[in-house]
Structure formats: structure tokens, C-alpha cells
């Protein structure tokens, strides 16, 4: 009984059919909240006495890095699950959330370079974090490259499910070998998201932005998921009906 | 049966010869290059030749891991040994082998003489052995799941360093750091200690993760 | 603060203004690009399925 449910729950069909009603307000209430984030982070909130105003590139940088993180692991989760149970929405899952995880990686890369010039004086520098985000970008871009690689595209769900799956258990290990490393060779102590204790002016944008990014990032691949399945689906009666109308 | 796998695949290694010399002489000419390029000034040589020799010998490890499968995929001998051999994990495991017999170890009894070259402190030459010898272990392990994924693609060279060396690169931050920290004197066994648990590791999940690899390559 | 102050950002407005406008470009692309894909795939479907009912 209970597996009818989950059947229905994870069938192309009902997801269509969920997403209609779902998705449009996810869209508009994370845009909504990201403007709101946004002003309060650009006009509302209080400067830095060391950083000045570039502390504002704080409520860009530290959302989407947290949403690059917490994207590859969920990509990972999805890969897993399809691969192991061999259930198709799931590698959709994996390859529409890879895109959006890979423009947070770069997004977080940009502005932590942004916000480190002024503030440490270089564009670059090899901080455990953003070298474990440049990492993570480049696993981003082989999970994408190897899925593309292959012409049987059930294959390529598979076989970038491995690497993911490969990919999820080294991250932890590949950032604290950048933290060891990056503590062994620093000069000056670098605190990217400031102090501990932030006052609520700042803490409240910046929360904010972080929910609001990551539901942005959370409708985006569900939209790019619909997109999935017109394109693997493109044979059934259910998708020839709906278009026609 | 393990023996015979073994010996099938070092058997075809000596055959390639220049498959096993080919990696060895880029070695050699990476790491001539970067005094060179960079200076030739002993001391700054000798605080960066750790990292230049593990980078370099990661680069021409990684250039002969085309020979672990592709072959084997080719004839479709690869497809019968994993299906018929009893144990895909063992041929897996034979091939990874015969892989580090063939190009890692090579690597690790030249670079002393890449070490003289770069100036490194003879006190560091444990260190680079014991680490170097480690460390092209687990690139032949993390590459035979490389290996294992992009077999079957046109594009695969390209495609497999981008999948390896994001994986691989723990490894290369402390091992080159074994070797700098054993040239200015100082303690190195937390290096050495890190890099035998990831070889453990991977030798516990990497034959799992490469016949599933060659599994879905061979459909 | 004047609108002329907001922009300068205490001589930080390069910084804090392409940081944010790199990141609206990008979600605005990520949106427009997924649906540009969605009405692609949509026009392209439709026009099979007339095909398919024209050759029944």
C-alpha cells in the first residue's frame, strides 16, 4: 500500500503535475526574500570597522557557498539513490541540481576573490575554503563533463553517479587536507565570515539571503527536473496529451 | 588464479615496453624543466623540489593509465575476465598491481636521482621514497576508477585528469609536504601516517568502486 | 546617506557592486536559461506530435 504512494510520489507524472502548482510561488517568494535580503544587505545593515562596506559581499558569498555544499551533497544523495535502486527521477535529481550547484561554486569563487582584494590586498588567495571551493568547482564540472561523455544517456547517469558517489566521500577529506596544509603555511590569520558573534543587523540579512538563495537554487532544479523529463519522457501518452492541450 | 591474472598483466606490460619507459622519461624532463624555467639557485630549488617532484611524477603516472583497461576493453577480453574470471574484484585488484609494479615503482627508484637534480637535502631521501611509494600506490588505485569510468569514451584522456586529480589531491598536499617538512629537518610521520590511512581506504573501496565503473563502460 | 554615498560604498563600490552584479546575472541567467529550454523542448515536442497525428 505504502509503496503505491511512494511510486506515485517519485512518478514523472505526479512531479509534473506537483511542480505546476508548486513551483511558480517557490520562485516568487525566494525572489521576493532575496530583494529584501538584498536591501537590507546593501542599505540596512551596519559596516565593518576593519572591512568597511566590502563586508556587504559577505551576504553574496557566504549563501552561495553553503548552497554550492549543500548542493553537491544532496547531487550526491540523488546519484546514490538512482544508482543503487536504479530510479530514473532520482539521476534527473543529480543532473539538474549539478548546473545550479556549479554557477553557486563559481558565484562563491568570484566574490570571494571580489571581497579578499580589498581586503587582503590579492585577488587570490589559497585559503582552506576557497581552495576547497575551487576543488569542488572542478568536481562539479567532471560529474557534468562525464555525463555528457557518454552517448547512452542511461549510462551517463550511471557512471557520473559513481563519481559522485566517490566524489561526496572526499570532500570532508579534501578540506581538511586544504585546512592542515593552508594552517601550515599562513602568515596572517584570515577570518572570511567575520566574527563569531555578528550583530543581529548583520546576522539577519544574512540568514535571510542564505534561505532565500538556497530555495531559489531548490525551484531553479526543479524547473530544470520538468526539463528533464519533456526530454526522457518524450514517448508517453501523458506528455502528448498535456502539450496538445 | 590470482598468479595467473598477475602474470598475464605484467606479461603484457614487458611487451609495451615503451609504455612502462615513456612515463619515466617525462618524469625526468618535467622536473628538468623547472630549474630551468624558475632558477637554478640551489637553496630555492631545494624548498620547492618536494612539491615539483610530486607533481611531476602525479602527471606521468596519470599519463600511463590508459594501459590499465583500454586493451582489454578493446578486444573485449576485459567484459570475459570480469564475468568469467571467477572474481571481477581480483582482476581488478591484478591490474592496479601490475599498474604500480610497472609505472609507480619505476618512478620512485628515479627520483632520487630527480632529487639530487633539485637540490633536496639528502636527509629528505627517506621521506621522498616512503611517501612517493605510497603515494603512486594510491594513483593507481584512485586511477583505475578513472580509469574504469571513461574506457569506453572517445574523449576519455582529457576527461580522466579532470576526474582524478580533484580526488588525488589530499594525497599530493601531503605528500609533497612530508618531503619539504623532511628537508628543513622537521617532523614528517603525521604526513606519511595520513597518507597510509587514504591508501587504506582506497584499497578497501576502490576495487568496488572500479568494477562498478568498468561495468557500466562495458554495456 | 546620499544616493551618490550609497554608490561610492565608502570607496568600495567597485567591489560591492560587481559582486552583486555578477550574482544577479547569474541567477537571472539560470532562470531565463532553464526557461528558454523549457519552451525549446515544449516547441519541439508539439511540432513531433503534429507530425506523428499528420502521418497517422
Redesign the interface.
Known sequence: MTWQWFNRLTSPKSYFDITDWLLPPM?IISVIL?MVG?YLG??DSP?DYQQ???V??MY??VP?ATASMFGYVVMAIAAAVGYIWRIKMAHMAALSIA??GA?MT??AL??GA??G??TWGTWWVWDARLTTEL?LF??Y??FM??HS??E?RE?GD??AG??A???V??VP??H???Y??NT?HQKSSISVAGKASMPVEMLTPLLLMMFAIIL?CTA?SM??I??EI??RE?DKNW??ER??A | MFKRLLKRELLRQWRSRQDVTNPLIFFLITVSLFPLAVTPDGELLASISGGIIWVSALLAAMLSLESMYRDDYRDGTLELLLLQSGSPYLVVVAKIISHWVTTGIPLVVISPVLAIMMHLPTHAMTALLSSLIIGTAILSLIGSVGMGLTVGLRQGGVLLSLLVLPLFIPVLIFGASAVTAAGMGLEYSGQLAYLGAYLAGSIALVPLASVAAIKISIH | MTFQEFLHMGGHGFYVWSSYGIALVIFVGLYLSTRLKNKKLVEQLQRRYRQEQREQ
Request: proline share 3%; charged share 15%.
Open positions: 520562485l532575496m538584498t546593501l542599505y559596516i568597511g562596506n566590502t556587504r559581499i553574496i558569498h552561495t548546473p545550479v554557477a563559481f558565484l568570484v566574490t571580489i571581497w582584494k580589498p576543488i572542478f568536481l564540472v567532471g563533463a562525464l561523455a557518454f547512452d549510462l550511471r557512471a559513481v563519481l558517489m566517490v566524489g566521500v572526499n577529506i579534501i581538511y587536507s586544504v592542515w596544509w601550515l531559489f531553479i524547473y530544470r520538468r526539463n519533456l526530454d518524450r506528455i502528448k502539450l496538445s
